[in-house]
């Protein structure tokens, strides 16, 4: 399966990218959600993993714009917590916004491994939210 991986540290988007290719995925990596959507239009991967939290563009505009490109792709959220309850609530936006799935940093390659394993299964039979509005 081809994934685009858009996380801005690039360490941990190398973390990633090996997690995934260690299970035989191609791996395309983006620092930043507008590079992610050159990417994404020009290589159509099948799984996007992003992160919420980054520069140029951050991951809810990415996650929006995916959905307005391709309604059927298969997309991860990430994020890491800053205080007590941000990452959950940001990820839950994430998730009402677009996300088929969420997972919250630092995170086990096993844990990643299955939730990319489930996405892949599962066909997106939902529309986004009524109450998000996609321009």
């Known amino acids: 399966m081809k994934i685009l991986v858009i996380e801005d540290d690039d360490q941990f988007r190398r ?3 090996k997690m995934l290719s260690a ?3 191609e791996i395309i990596g983006a620092a930043d959600g507008l590079r992610g959507m050159e990417l994404f239009r020009e290589q159509h991967p099948d799984l996007v ?3 919420i939290i980054m520069p140029t563009r951050e991951g809810m505009e ?3 714009e995916l ?3 391709s309604p059927t792709i298969k997309i991860i959220a990430m ?3 800053f205080a007590p309850g941000d990452s959950l609530d940001v990820l839950k936006m994430a998730k009402l916004i677009g996300a088929d799935e969420i997972i919250g940093k630092p995170f086990r390659a096993e844990e ?3 939730l990319v394993g ?3 299964l599962s066909p997106w039979t939902a529309e986004p939210p009524a109450s998000v509005i996609i321009l």
Do not use: C, F, N, Y
């Open 79 to 81: 994020s890491g917590s």
């Open 49 to 51: 993993i992003t992160d």
């Open 118 to 120: 489930q996405v892949s």
């Open 112 to 114: 990643l491994r299955k």
């Open 62 to 64: 990415t996650i929006i």
């Open 15 to 17: 973390i990633v990218a």
């Open 23 to 25: 299970e035989g995925h």
């Open 67 to 69: 959905r307005r490109h």
